[in-house]
Structure formats: C-alpha cells, structure tokens
Antibody
Framework: EVQLLESGGGLVQPGGSLRLSCAAS????????MNWVRQAPGKGLEWVSG????????NYADSVKGRFTISRDNSKNTLYVQMNSLRDEDTAVYFC????????????WGQGTLVTVSS | DIQMTQSPSSVSASVGDRVTITCRAS??????LAWYQQKPGKAPKLLIY???SLQSGVPSRFSGSGSGTDFTLIISSLQPEDFATYYC?????????FGGGTKVEIK
C-alpha cells in the first residue's frame, strides 16, 4: 500500500524558514517523480515543485522560485522542501504527491501538513 | 504558463443527476489532463488521467473526454459520496497548473 506522510509544518514568522519532509512507503521511491502541491485556506490547488526519481531534474512554480528548494533522499525514501524567506501568502496546507509513471499526474497524495506564516 | 479554466465554478444537483464539468486550456495540451476529486479536509484523489483513462478503483460513473484545449468530466448518475470539489490539471508543460475547481453541491 502506497503511503505518503508529511511532517514539519507549523507556525513561522514572515522571513523565516521551514523544512517539510514526506516519508514514502509501499513503492519503489527512486523510480517515480515526486511533487509538492499546496492549498491556501479556502482556495484551490497550486503546484509548487517537482523532482524526477533520480533528482536530476527539478522544476518550480514562479511564486516560489529562488526561495524554495526541493530535494529527495532515495536511500531514506524521503522527499523534502526547504522553504526560505517565507511570506504570508505561503500559508497553506502542503501536500506531497507521487507522479504516475511517465507523467506528471498525481496518483497518490499525503494527508498534508499546515504551514502558517504569521507574525 | 498554461491557464486552466473550469466551468461552472459550482453546480447544485440531486442524487441520480448527470453532471458535466468542463475544463479549457489556454493552449493545446494534447491529452495531458487529469481530474481530481477533493472532499473537505482531505487530500485530492485522482479520478481520470490522460484525459479519459479511469484510475484504478474509481467507479465507472465517472468518465473523461477531450483533447487539445477542451475537456469534460461527466458523472453519469450522481451519488451521495460524489458531493465534493473537482479540479482539472494539465501536465503538458511546466509550471503544472490546476483549474479553479468546481464545487458539486446538494440541491
């Protein structure tokens, strides 16, 4: 059974940093692209970043480029996102999502972790 | 960036109704389109991938069609568990983008 478990969310002040983790199990982690998708309170879904299985190709939404860094440790079956220079508008539930083989469509999602940026 | 426009933004329907949701891409995306269902407080769930392929375990009352710029999600006979918000997503090019969502409400 595929499981994705996010952790690391919490309250942080504007300008602060936070690192989210997503522990994966139930599939060959290194074979699949992984993503972060966020959802601000009461709003729709926004893709944040994606990384291929090897880690060799990474993409970001313009809204986080230069501030967020996605990475993965295939030996630990874990996905990360380092979030720096956080802004009020980064407040959201952050989901990790596994991509289907050969596509960037998301067949499994974690339960999400809430990041609140506020002074 | 490719903009995804869903309509309607909300729809009121009764159990047993046929519900149609449309999604339009600002440029051609071939069949690189997925549909998701999200219930309050839960993660999204993949329903349809590659525009028309039913994800394993999803009831056959859900179907998707379209190619290029215009896509449709149909729920053939609405069930109580189908009241939720539905999103389309393009995966033709980065940045990946979602539609604004369609909330299916009880009439």
């Amino acid at each position: 059974e595929v499981q994705l478990l996010e952790s690391g969310g919490g309250l942080v002040q504007p300008g602060g940093s936070l690192r989210l983790s997503c522990a994966a199990s139930g599939f060959t982690f290194s074979s699949f692209a992984m993503n972060w998708v966020r959802q601000a309170p009461g709003k729709g879904l926004e893709w944040v970043s994606g990384i291929v299985g090897s880690g060799g190709s990474i993409n970001y939404a313009d809204s986080v480029k230069g501030r967020f860094t996605i990475s993965r440790d295939n030996s630990k079956n874990t996905l990360y996102v380092q979030m720096n220079s956080l802004r009020d508008e980064d407040t959201a539930v952050y989901f990790c999502a596994k991509a289907r083989s050969g596509s960037w469509q998301f067949d499994y999602w974690g339960q999400g972790t809430l990041v609140t940026v506020s002074s | 960036d490719i903009q995804m426009t869903q309509s309607p933004s909300s729809v009121s329907a009764s159990v047993g109704d046929r519900v149609t949701i449309t999604c339009r891409a600002s440029q051609g995306i071939s069949n690189w389109l997925a549909w998701y269902q999200q219930k309050p407080g839960k993660a999204p769930k993949l329903l349809i991938y590659a525009a028309s392929s039913l994800q394993s375990g999803v009831p056959s009352r859900f179907s998707g069609s379209g190619s290029g710029t215009d896509f449709t999600l149909i729920i053939s006979s609405l069930q109580p568990e189908d009241f939720a918000t539905y999103y389309c997503q393009q995966s033709n090019s980065f940045p990946l983008t979602f539609g604004g969502g369609t909330k299916v409400e009880i009439k």
